[in-house]
Nanobody
Framework: QVQLVESGGGLVQPGGSLRLSCAAS????????MGWYRQAPGKQRELVAG???????NYADSVKGRFTISRDNAKNTVYLQMNSLKPEDTAVYYC??????????????WGQGTQVTVSS
């Protein structure tokens, strides 16, 4: 059974930084690609960043140059470093296990989400 637990969200001022963590059960990081999604009120859930089991990454245009996804397979943890945060980054952020086939596809493995609020 795949379990994903996010942490690291909170309230931050515009221009600030946060690092989200996603702790995964077992050794799923050696099997699956991983992704971070976010969902703002009234909007659809969107892919923010993805990383293959080999470490290749891709990002949504809205976060390129500001967010960095990484993984530590030994710790079974995926990270999302978020810098230069903007109010429009405010959302619930979710960790996901998935796969790549030309692009990232989510499997039905989700964490409970962590709230990120960017506000002065």
């Amino acid at each position: 059974q795949v379990q994903l637990v996010e942490s690291g969200g909170g309230l931050v001022q515009p221009g600030g930084s946060l690092r989200l963590s996603c702790a995964a059960s077992g050794s799923i990081l050696s099997i699956y690609a991983m992704g971070w999604y976010r969902q703002a009120p009234g909007k659809q859930r969107e892919l923010v960043a993805g990383i293959t089991s080999g470490g290749s990454t891709n990002y949504a245009d809205s976060v390129k140059g500001r967010f960095t996804i990484s993984r530590d397979n030994a710790k079974n943890t995926v990270y999302l470093q978020m810098n230069s945060l903007k109010p429009e980054d405010t959302a619930v952020y979710y960790c996901n296990a998935g796969y790549y086939s030309g692009k990232y596809y989510p499997l039905d493995y989700w964490g409970q989400g962590t709230q990120v609020t960017v506000s002065s």
